[in-house]
């Protein structure tokens, strides 16, 4: 995907340095969007220094590199503050997440990385927000403040990075993980008051996250009633690289029986020995 990456990094790098928004890709076609084009990442922060003082080839190396050791960062900050785990083992989460198989196969996809660097960091301010959000002992809730807006500040981060799938799917997993142990309570202790106030928070995150984001939001959304998919795309295409129940078993183990073919790396789960060896103890240890 180096061919599909390094020219919108060569088309945004003379434009942040000439100080002008990159709005059209002139060598596609008789001209293209490309500031709508959200897979560009125009307005993604970390993206600017990186245009800016360096040429695009080396930007596109070291933002691969970035993402990498701030996914393995973010990790080890969930453990330590969520998981409450010692140093050493809130980073072999972060080690185990940053080089693990699914990211590593998500490094010729930069945008996709990008957005899930983000991920250990949005569940370690959701886990902020939730608790500032709950019930204290005399019923009287707190306000969640600086939890809350960091996750807002996170969730519109992982739109600008500019891959609407990955955001998508991101925030499906912090909602199973946000509420699915409230939803549980609830189902068997008949208490719905939490769940709907960590709905509300969540809900509320979200469209904070979104607001922020509308910068890049908007104009994409502006090209999508203009382009192909308006229309929406027939079955077999909406499904067509949503990993196969066959499959589950090769996505999660080490393909000891030969290399991932090239047309299933987008199915990679495993993350690695070590991170099963230590899952297995950690299951052990608890019973």
């Given at each position: 995907?180096f061919?599909s990456f ?26 293209t ?19 800016w ?9 070291l ?16 453990g330590?503050?969520?998981?409450r785990m ?5 980073w072999?989460?972060?080690c ?12 010729e996809h930069v945008?996709?990385l990008?957005?899930l660097?983000?991920?250990?960091l949005?569940l ?7 608790k ?8 009287q809730s707190?306000?969640p ?7 807002a500040?996170v ?6 990075a500019g891959?609407t ?9 912090l ?16 208490e ?26 908007i104009?994409?959304w ?5 382009s192909v998919r308006?229309?929406?795309?027939p079955?077999n295409?909406r ?15 080490p ?6 073919p ?7 789960a ?11 103890l950690?299951i052990?240890?608890?019973q």
């Amino acid at each position: 995907r180096f061919t599909s990456f390094y020219p919108y990094c060569a088309e945004s790098t003379p434009s942040f340095r000439a100080v002008r928004l990159p709005l059209r890709n002139p060598y596609l076609f008789m001209g293209t969007p490309f500031l709508a084009n959200s897979q560009v990442g125009v307005f993604y922060p970390l993206n600017w220094p990186l245009w800016w003082l360096l040429p695009a080839y080396r930007s596109v190396h070291l933002t691969i590199v970035l993402h990498l050791c701030l996914a393995a960062l973010n990790a080890y900050v969930w453990g330590r503050t969520s998981l409450r785990m010692r140093r050493l083992g809130a980073w072999a989460v972060g080690c185990i997440y940053a080089l693990g198989g699914y990211l590593g196969a998500q490094v010729e996809h930069v945008n996709q990385l990008q957005g899930l660097a983000w991920l250990p960091l949005m569940l370690m301010l959701w886990d902020g927000t939730r608790k500032r959000g709950s019930e204290g002992a005399k019923g009287q809730s707190q306000m969640p403040g600086l939890w809350f807006f960091g996750l807002a500040l996170v969730i519109g981060l992982i739109f600008l990075a500019g891959h609407t799938q990955t955001a998508f799917i991101m925030l499906v997993g912090l909602a199973a993980y946000g509420l699915g142990p409230g939803l549980w309570r609830a189902l068997r202790w008949r208490e719905w008051r939490p769940l709907l106030r960590q709905l509300a928070l969540l809900a509320g995150a979200t469209a904070l996250g979104m607001a922020l984001a509308a910068v890049q939001l908007i104009p994409t959304w502006e090209l999508l009633r203009l382009s192909v998919r308006a229309g929406g795309l027939p079955f077999n295409e909406r499904v067509s690289f949503s990993l196969s129940p066959s499959y589950l078993a090769r996505a999660l183990l080490p393909g000891f029986a030969g290399a991932v073919p090239p047309e299933h790396i987008e199915y990679v789960a495993y993350v690695g020995v070590a991170g099963l060896a230590l899952a297995v103890l950690a299951i052990v240890n608890r019973q």
